[in-house]
């Protein structure tokens, strides 16, 4: 064969012609969103109820506006248009933190209406796998239009896809969250969905919580990156963002007791509002004995309305998140499949009151001194807003999930709550039932005293749901509420997991360390560890240490801030910490846990298939290059193939 001479100028020409068969590819693989101008909406856009095919774009303005819209797809050449609707009980009051208010009462002397416009577009026809590019857009009213930047969506994943799953609750605009949420943006990247298990913020009807709060830790603006929550502490000073989570990955939400706002009035601030719900028997009996007067007509929205107003309600919650409608009361409780996952979410929830037992105390063991004669103004303990207990239409609606033929087929079985069932926290006691009111009389009848008792026995959640869970093959109970960082294992083998110290804590009750309690009734009310018996687990990896530098089987913390993943590629649950006061340091890993064995990646297999086409692509190019410089062909494709 003859051989022809190297030229350096053909080689310099053949490696830049591998190069401009490479960069498209390069591209493909590596491209991020299109970033345009800041965004003037109220929020980003968040995503909602994914399907196969479908999901729900949802955003905010202070506008009514015309024409809101979702582009998306290559080019942005395709168009969703939204459906706009009003918050109905969002307000402000003296207490907010808004805008230029910064003392109570500066600018608002009572609650006020604050008019916001929620918009939602189902995206529709993508394809299983595909992740497409949109944008929001607004019309304002003077015509001019208003745009968000350029994120990504996708339907609901296949299944054996793996996915990355972020496990928080209790964020509440407390100090550590929004860094907590820039630590798992900064350590996993973009999730693939967000398990909620309530309390989103602290009073739901007070908008700026959800949108704006001044301090810069609000609820949207540090699920989407763009809070600005400056935490000081013991001299230590950092400023976080957040992270943009909720604009590529669906949310998913359980109700707790902040999402639940009282009885209504144009007068008290919001957190009295919020803090005064009342039973909705007592409401209902009420009404029962003025209907004649108050509702002539016999009107049942105006009944509905009334009961509401002066009861309780979740209608802010409800109006600003879209939640699967699968059961027949269409309450906030809900199964969804999401990829290997069949997500159960259940309405556990109580009113939370004061330990206290001082004498002007309304709390959970007895009604404050002066009203005792004053029955409108009790609080009638730690009443349960939604029944849970056997024979309950929640439970009902539970056993008929838990026998689906979804439910039985799914790879992983989670159920998710806000009450927890196994804690070392505070708020696991006294037992979740409903309270049993004794009222005590002086000769003349005038009431003496009004105590509650909660007998463990009676726990709802422990009688009735754990054991229906545990026989249906459940391997994960998520939950929240008192905010502290501990699991634990029961003994068929059912993991519960408490990571709800995402910003604050209120401690965990070991060692010489006890809950706040009523003296005459220690059966009912466990003092210290887990009432319902079983022990916590110690962290697998990298426990944090006492005082006595033993390791702790908890993370009870106002310094030391931690969130979980659930990762469906591996089976595993991996649960990290990071510490605000020292705002270098690296995100510890310090605790894992296999809920179910690894699957098999798709995404693995699209990998090779990728290697395989663009190998395919570039091996003619090497050839046609090899010729030029005199490289036998045979031997360079030889060289080329994977081994």
Not at 209 to 217: A, Q, T, V, Y
Not at 223 to 249: C, H, M
Not at 598 to 611: E, G, Y
């Amino acid at each position: 064969m003859v051989k022809r001479p190297i030229s350096r100028s053909l080689l310099i020409a053949a490696v830049c012609l591998v190069f401009i068969a490479l960069a498209p590819i390069v591209v493909l693989l590596t491209r991020q969103p299109t970033m345009t101008s800041a965004p003037q909406l109220l929020t980003d856009p968040f995503l909602q109820l994914p399907t196969e095919t479908s999901v729900r774009v949802v955003w905010f303005t202070e506008f009514e506006g015309s024409r809101h819209s979702v582009a998306y797809g290559q080019g942005l050449t395709r168009s969703a248009i939204a459906t706009t609707t009003k918050l109905s009980r969002t307000r402000e009051d003296q207490l907010s933190k808004v805008g230029e208010q910064t003392q109570e009462g500066q600018i608002y002397k009572q609650p006020t209406m604050r008019d916001i416009w929620r918009h939602e577009a189902e995206v529709t026809d993508l394809s299983p796998g595909d992740r497409v590019p949109y944008r929001v857009t607004s019309v304002q009213d003077n015509g001019q239009s208003v745009s968000s930047r350029q994120f990504t969506l996708a339907p609901t994943p296949t299944s054996q896809t793996p996915l990355k799953i972020l496990l928080t609750s209790d964020h509440q605009l407390m100090p550590m969250t929004a860094a907590n949420i820039q630590k798992v943006a900064q350590t996993i990247g973009k999730v693939d969905a967000i398990f909620f298990a309530g309390d989103l913020v602290n009073v739901p009807d007070r908008a700026s919580e959800w949108f704006d709060d001044n301090r810069g830790g609000a609820f949207f603006p540090t699920l989407q990156g763009r809070a600005n929550y400056k935490l000081d502490k013991d001299g230590v000073k950092a400023s976080y963002t957040g992270g943009a989570l909720i604009q590529y990955a669906p949310l998913f939400t359980a109700t707790g007791n902040h999402e639940v706002m009282g009885r209504f009035d144009k007068v008290s601030n919001l957190n009295e509002q919020f803090n005064d719900p009342y039973p909705r028997a007592v409401a209902e009996a009420i009404y029962q004995k003025n209907a004649k007067e108050w509702n002539t007509s016999n009107n049942p929205n105006l009944r509905e309305f009334w009961l509401k107003n002066n009861s309780f309600n979740t209608d802010t919650y409800n109006e600003i998140f879209s939640l699967p409608q699968d059961n027949p009361k269409g309450q906030n409780y809900y199964a969804v499949t999401f990829g290997d996952i069949r997500l159960v979410v259940l309405y556990i929830t109580n009113i939370w009151r004061t330990p206290s037992l001082d004498a002007e105390a309304r709390g959970r063991f007895q009604e404050r001194q002066e009203d005792l004669n004053n029955p409108l103004n009790w609080g009638y303990g730690q009443h349960i807003f939604e029944p849970v207990g056997q024979g309950s239409a929640q439970y009902n609606w539970l056993a008929e999930e838990l026998n689906s033929e979804a439910f039985q087929q799914a790879k992983y079985k989670i159920v998710m709550f806000h009450h927890p069932p196994h804690s070392l926290g505070d708020n696991i006691v006294p037992a979740y039932t409903d309270p049993v009111q004794i009222v005590e009389r002086n000769p003349d009848g005038t009431v003496q005293a009004v105590r509650y008792e909660y007998p463990r026995v009676a726990d709802y959640i422990i009688r009735d749901v754990v054991p229906r869970l545990e026989a249906s093959g459940v391997q994960l109970v998520f939950y929240g509420h008192s905010h502290v960082w501990n699991r634990f294992i029961s003994p068929n083998g059912t993991h519960f997991l408490e990571a709800s110290n995402v910003g604050n804590t209120y401690g965990a009750f070991t060692g010489n360390k006890t809950r706040s309690l009523p003296t005459d009734n220690k059966a009912d009310y466990a003092a210290i560890g887990d009432p319902n018996g079983l022990e916590p687990v110690m962290p697998t990896l990298a426990p944090l240490l006492g005082e006595d530098n033993q390791p702790l089987p908890y993370i009870a913390s106002n310094e030391v801030s931690a969130f979980s993943l659930l990762d469906t590629g591996t089976g595993t649950v991996s649960s990290y910490r990071f510490n605000t006061l020292q705002p270098e340091s690296e995100v510890v890993k310090f605790d894992e846990f296999r809920v179910a064995q690894p699957i098999k990646s798709r995404k693995t297999f699209s990998n090779a298939v990728a290697l395989v086409a663009i190998i395919t692509l570039i091996l003619p190019i090497l050839i046609i290059a090899a010729w030029l410089i005199g490289i036998e062909p045979k031997a360079l494709a030889d060289s080329t193939l994977p081994r």
